[in-house]
């Protein structure tokens, strides 16, 4: 079946635009998280969905920076008045379900957003 | 808070031969899992091996083991007759949280030698 996937793959824009980042997750799935990672660094936790409902935001780092998931599925991660700090690769991944007990999280390829 | 720490930026491996990758971690819970990820050139994470910190044997996955050691909360993957698709950047992460959040360390760097 068709895995996680993240559109776009690579997004260059100019310091101080919006942008958004969509995540398709594998169907079914009703845990959704975004990661970024930056350049010769691991992945940092930004967001945490269950089903519709962000359960765990901790890891925003500002609120220029936020995400939804409206019907469950879909996830958008929208950044305002970007920074050249905020060039890195956003992962999204998805499990069956999030909570306590083992879940494997599925990674999508990710978007490398570049801020020039 | 939660940490992870890997401490090898870069090894290297003569192909067939075995390495060890180091990881150490701090945590507060007193339930959680490990795990190993790859992550080739294609940026997409892979998940190698799992382990539940309340299971005292070490896991095995084919030519991936780890070593865990609890006390010294340190979990070192193994990787025997390395071959030249190992080659990659191998990740160790900690999940955490009522939501099964992860933290990864900074990462390892395996380049394999043929």
């Known amino acids: 079946g068709a895995g996680v996937s993240q559109t776009p793959s690579n997004k260059v824009t100019e310091k101080g635009k919006y942008v958004e980042l969509r995540c398709d997750p594998i169907?079914?799935?009703?845990?959704l998280y975004w990661y970024r990672q930056s350049l010769g660094q691991g992945p940092e936790f930004l967001i945490y969905?269950?089903?519709?409902?962000?359960?765990?935001d901790s890891g925003l780092p500002n609120d220029r920076f936020f995400a939804v998931r409206p019907e469950g599925s879909v996830s958008t991660l929208k950044i305002q008045r970007t920074e050249r700090g905020d060039s890195a690769v956003y992962l999204c991944?998805?499990?069956?379900?999030?909570?306590?007990?083992?879940?494997?999280?599925?990674f999508g390829p990710g978007t490398r957003l570049t801020v020039l | 808070a939660q940490t992870v720490t890997q401490s090898q930026p870069e090894m290297s491996v003569q192909e067939a031969e075995t390495v060890t990758l180091s990881c150490t971690y701090d945590t507060s819970e007193s339930d959680y899992y490990l795990f190993w990820y790859k992550q080739p050139p294609s940026r997409q994470m892979i998940l190698v091996i799992r382990q539940e910190a309340y299971k005292q044997q070490n896991a095995t996955e084919n030519r991936f083991s780890v070593n865990f050691q609890k006390a010294a909360k340190s979990f070192s993957l193994k990787i025997s007759d390395s071959q030249l698709g190992d080659a990659a950047m191998y990740f160790c992460a900690l999940r955490h949280g009522a939501g099964n959040m992860l933290t990864f360390g900074g990462g390892t760097r395996l380049m394999v030698k043929p």
């Open positions: 969905f269950q089903g519709t409902g962000a359960a765990d």
């Open positions: 169907s079914g799935h009703t845990a």
């Open positions: 991944a998805s499990s069956p379900r999030g909570g306590l007990g083992y879940n494997e999280q599925f």
